[in-house]
Protein backbone atom coordinates (compact mmCIF):
# COMPACT_ATOMS: atom_id res chain seq x y z
CA UNK A 1 0.00 0.00 0.00
CA UNK A 2 0.80 3.39 -0.67
CA UNK A 3 1.70 5.67 2.27
CA UNK A 4 3.60 9.12 3.39
CA UNK A 5 5.51 9.87 6.34
CA UNK A 6 6.02 13.73 6.77
CA UNK A 7 8.98 13.88 9.63
CA UNK A 8 8.20 16.84 11.15
CA UNK A 9 4.88 18.38 12.72
CA UNK A 10 6.25 21.76 12.52
CA UNK A 11 9.02 23.78 11.40
CA UNK A 12 9.88 26.98 12.78
CA UNK A 13 12.13 29.66 10.22
CA UNK A 14 13.13 32.71 10.11
CA UNK A 15 11.98 35.10 7.51
CA UNK A 16 14.81 34.73 4.33
CA UNK A 17 16.16 31.49 5.62
CA UNK A 18 15.76 28.20 4.02
CA UNK A 19 13.05 25.70 4.16
CA UNK A 20 13.02 22.00 4.88
CA UNK A 21 10.27 20.40 4.74
CA UNK A 22 10.24 15.96 5.07
CA UNK A 23 8.45 13.15 3.24
CA UNK A 24 9.24 9.41 2.85
CA UNK A 25 7.17 7.28 0.93
CA UNK A 26 6.36 4.15 0.30
CA UNK A 27 5.18 2.33 -2.46
CA UNK A 28 5.51 -1.00 -4.35
CA UNK A 29 5.92 0.39 -7.94
CA UNK A 30 6.79 4.19 -9.32
CA UNK A 31 4.44 6.50 -7.70
CA UNK A 32 3.16 10.01 -8.15
CA UNK A 33 4.23 12.67 -5.69
CA UNK A 34 2.78 15.90 -4.49
CA UNK A 35 3.17 18.80 -2.45
CA UNK A 36 -0.18 20.50 -0.86
CA UNK A 37 -0.48 23.90 1.06
CA UNK A 38 -3.23 24.99 2.89
CA UNK A 39 -3.42 28.31 4.20
CA UNK A 40 -5.85 29.19 6.82
CA UNK A 41 -9.68 29.54 5.95
CA UNK A 42 -8.56 28.35 2.06
CA UNK A 43 -8.73 24.99 0.01
CA UNK A 44 -5.96 22.88 -0.41
CA UNK A 45 -3.58 24.43 -3.22
CA UNK A 46 -1.20 22.42 -5.58
CA UNK A 47 2.41 23.48 -4.78
CA UNK A 48 4.16 20.58 -7.48
CA UNK A 49 3.47 17.27 -8.75
CA UNK A 50 6.35 14.73 -9.41
CA UNK A 51 5.43 12.05 -12.08
CA UNK A 52 8.92 10.02 -12.83
CA UNK A 53 10.03 12.69 -14.98
CA UNK A 54 12.65 15.15 -13.78
CA UNK A 55 14.14 14.01 -10.30
CA UNK A 56 13.70 18.03 -9.57
CA UNK A 57 10.79 19.26 -9.98
CA UNK A 58 9.98 23.22 -9.48
CA UNK A 59 6.55 24.41 -7.87
CA UNK A 60 4.96 27.48 -7.52
CA UNK A 61 5.83 30.93 -5.17
CA UNK A 62 9.75 29.49 -5.57
CA UNK A 63 9.13 26.09 -3.91
CA UNK A 64 10.84 22.41 -5.43
CA UNK A 65 11.21 19.27 -4.50
CA UNK A 66 13.47 16.55 -4.93
CA UNK A 67 12.59 12.93 -5.43
CA UNK A 68 15.05 10.36 -4.58
CA UNK A 69 14.16 7.15 -4.83
CA UNK A 70 17.24 5.51 -2.98
CA UNK A 71 15.99 7.03 -0.01
CA UNK A 72 12.38 6.93 -0.68
CA UNK A 73 12.10 11.07 -0.19
CA UNK A 74 10.15 13.80 -1.31
CA UNK A 75 11.83 16.52 0.55
CA UNK A 76 10.60 20.14 -0.03
CA UNK A 77 12.45 23.65 -0.19
CA UNK A 78 12.34 26.85 -0.69
CA UNK A 79 15.97 29.08 -0.79
CA UNK A 80 14.47 32.05 1.28
CA UNK A 81 11.15 31.69 3.70
CA UNK A 82 8.44 34.66 3.19
CA UNK A 83 6.36 35.56 5.84
CA UNK A 84 3.20 34.60 3.58
CA UNK A 85 4.39 30.77 3.27
CA UNK A 86 3.20 30.21 6.72
CA UNK A 87 0.63 27.56 6.35
CA UNK A 88 0.14 24.11 6.66
CA UNK A 89 1.99 21.41 3.91
CA UNK A 90 0.78 17.91 2.79
CA UNK A 91 3.27 15.71 1.33
CA UNK A 92 0.91 13.30 -1.10
CA UNK A 93 0.65 10.18 -3.06
CA UNK A 94 -1.20 9.30 -5.37
CA UNK A 95 -3.30 5.66 -5.72
CA UNK A 96 -2.09 3.25 -8.32
CA UNK A 97 -3.96 3.27 -11.38
CA UNK A 98 -4.40 7.14 -12.37
CA UNK A 99 -7.85 7.39 -10.12
CA UNK A 100 -6.92 10.44 -8.79
CA UNK A 101 -7.27 8.96 -5.38
CA UNK A 102 -4.60 11.07 -3.44
CA UNK A 103 -3.45 10.03 0.20
CA UNK A 104 -2.10 12.85 2.51
CA UNK A 105 0.53 12.85 4.80
CA UNK A 106 -0.37 14.14 8.38
CA UNK A 107 1.10 17.29 7.38
CA UNK A 108 4.02 19.68 8.47
CA UNK A 109 2.83 23.24 10.30
CA UNK A 110 5.45 26.03 8.98
CA UNK A 111 5.98 29.14 10.92
CA UNK A 112 7.97 32.15 9.55
CA UNK A 113 9.37 34.36 12.15
CA UNK A 114 10.01 38.03 11.39
CA UNK B 1 -12.82 31.20 -13.18
CA UNK B 2 -14.84 30.29 -10.24
CA UNK B 3 -13.46 27.62 -7.77
CA UNK B 4 -14.64 24.78 -6.05
CA UNK B 5 -17.80 26.36 -3.86
CA UNK B 6 -18.83 24.70 -0.63
CA UNK B 7 -21.56 25.78 1.65
CA UNK B 8 -21.81 26.32 4.52
CA UNK B 9 -18.66 27.39 5.28
CA UNK B 10 -19.09 26.70 9.45
CA UNK B 11 -21.83 24.28 10.97
CA UNK B 12 -22.35 23.57 14.79
CA UNK B 13 -24.89 21.09 15.44
CA UNK B 14 -25.96 18.63 18.43
CA UNK B 15 -25.20 15.20 17.84
CA UNK B 16 -28.19 12.74 16.56
CA UNK B 17 -29.01 15.80 14.32
CA UNK B 18 -29.16 15.61 10.79
CA UNK B 19 -26.42 17.85 8.55
CA UNK B 20 -25.68 18.04 5.10
CA UNK B 21 -22.75 19.96 3.03
CA UNK B 22 -23.09 20.72 -0.47
CA UNK B 23 -20.33 21.82 -2.97
CA UNK B 24 -20.26 23.11 -6.76
CA UNK B 25 -17.08 21.48 -8.62
CA UNK B 26 -15.73 24.02 -11.04
CA UNK B 27 -17.22 23.86 -14.47
CA UNK B 28 -16.51 20.96 -16.60
CA UNK B 29 -14.87 18.67 -14.09
CA UNK B 30 -16.15 15.29 -13.95
CA UNK B 31 -14.52 14.34 -10.87
CA UNK B 32 -15.69 14.94 -7.39
CA UNK B 33 -14.24 13.97 -3.92
CA UNK B 34 -15.52 14.29 -0.44
CA UNK B 35 -12.69 14.04 1.57
CA UNK B 36 -12.20 14.48 5.47
CA UNK B 37 -9.76 16.23 7.75
CA UNK B 38 -9.58 16.00 11.22
CA UNK B 39 -8.11 18.04 13.30
CA UNK B 40 -3.98 17.62 12.84
CA UNK B 41 -4.43 15.38 10.51
CA UNK B 42 -3.79 15.23 6.36
CA UNK B 43 -7.87 14.62 4.42
CA UNK B 44 -8.80 11.28 3.65
CA UNK B 45 -11.17 10.39 0.74
CA UNK B 46 -14.83 9.66 1.57
CA UNK B 47 -15.97 9.12 -1.70
CA UNK B 48 -15.38 9.84 -5.44
CA UNK B 49 -17.47 10.28 -7.73
CA UNK B 50 -16.98 9.88 -12.10
CA UNK B 51 -20.09 12.20 -13.38
CA UNK B 52 -22.76 10.93 -11.54
CA UNK B 53 -21.49 7.67 -10.44
CA UNK B 54 -20.00 6.81 -7.17
CA UNK B 55 -16.79 4.99 -8.30
CA UNK B 56 -15.16 4.50 -4.88
CA UNK B 57 -17.26 5.11 -1.40
CA UNK B 58 -14.72 1.97 0.40
CA UNK B 59 -14.20 4.69 3.09
CA UNK B 60 -17.46 6.25 3.81
CA UNK B 61 -19.42 5.54 6.60
CA UNK B 62 -22.59 3.92 5.04
CA UNK B 63 -24.40 3.68 8.18
CA UNK B 64 -25.02 7.03 8.69
CA UNK B 65 -23.28 9.22 5.78
CA UNK B 66 -24.58 9.41 2.42
CA UNK B 67 -24.11 11.31 -0.72
CA UNK B 68 -25.35 12.13 -4.01
CA UNK B 69 -24.21 14.06 -6.72
CA UNK B 70 -27.70 13.54 -8.74
CA UNK B 71 -26.77 15.35 -12.32
CA UNK B 72 -23.28 15.08 -12.60
CA UNK B 73 -22.28 18.51 -11.17
CA UNK B 74 -23.78 19.58 -7.89
CA UNK B 75 -23.28 17.34 -4.55
CA UNK B 76 -24.30 17.16 -1.19
CA UNK B 77 -22.77 14.77 1.85
CA UNK B 78 -25.64 14.29 4.50
CA UNK B 79 -24.84 12.65 8.06
CA UNK B 80 -27.34 11.38 9.56
CA UNK B 81 -27.53 11.04 13.20
CA UNK B 82 -24.13 13.07 13.39
CA UNK B 83 -22.22 11.98 16.44
CA UNK B 84 -19.34 13.53 18.28
CA UNK B 85 -16.63 11.84 16.45
CA UNK B 86 -17.79 13.23 13.00
CA UNK B 87 -16.58 17.02 14.45
CA UNK B 88 -13.99 17.79 11.42
CA UNK B 89 -13.45 19.52 8.00
CA UNK B 90 -15.11 18.21 4.96
CA UNK B 91 -13.43 18.92 1.95
CA UNK B 92 -14.89 18.96 -1.68
CA UNK B 93 -12.53 18.66 -4.40
CA UNK B 94 -12.87 18.25 -8.28
CA UNK B 95 -10.62 17.42 -10.96
CA UNK B 96 -11.32 17.34 -15.01
CA UNK B 97 -10.75 14.22 -17.26
CA UNK B 98 -7.24 15.50 -18.76
CA UNK B 99 -5.75 15.98 -15.47
CA UNK B 100 -7.61 13.55 -13.03
CA UNK B 101 -4.34 13.91 -10.97
CA UNK B 102 -4.59 17.41 -9.82
CA UNK B 103 -7.65 18.00 -7.99
CA UNK B 104 -8.57 21.38 -6.76
CA UNK B 105 -10.11 22.13 -3.46
CA UNK B 106 -13.18 24.25 -1.84
CA UNK B 107 -12.69 25.86 1.21
CA UNK B 108 -14.39 23.17 3.11
CA UNK B 109 -17.04 22.99 5.64
CA UNK B 110 -16.02 22.75 9.32
CA UNK B 111 -18.23 21.03 11.74
CA UNK B 112 -18.88 21.16 14.86
CA UNK B 113 -21.02 18.59 16.85
CA UNK B 114 -21.34 18.93 20.43
Known amino acids: AQSVTQLDSHVSVSEGTPVLLRCNYS??????LFWYVQHPNKGLQLLLK??????LVKGINGFEAEFKKSETSFHLTKPSAHMSDAAEYFCVVSDPGNTGKLIFGQGTTLQVKP | EAGVVQSPRYKIIEKKQPVAFWCNPI?????LYWYRQNLGQGPELLIR????????DSQLPKDRFSAERLKGVDSTLKIQPAELGDSAVYLC????????????FGSGTQLSVL
Open chain 1, 50 to 55: YTSAAT
Open chain 2, 49 to 56: YENEEAVD
Open chain 1, 27 to 32: SSYSPS
Open chain 2, 27 to 31: SGHNT
Open chain 2, 93 to 104: ASSSRQSNEKLF
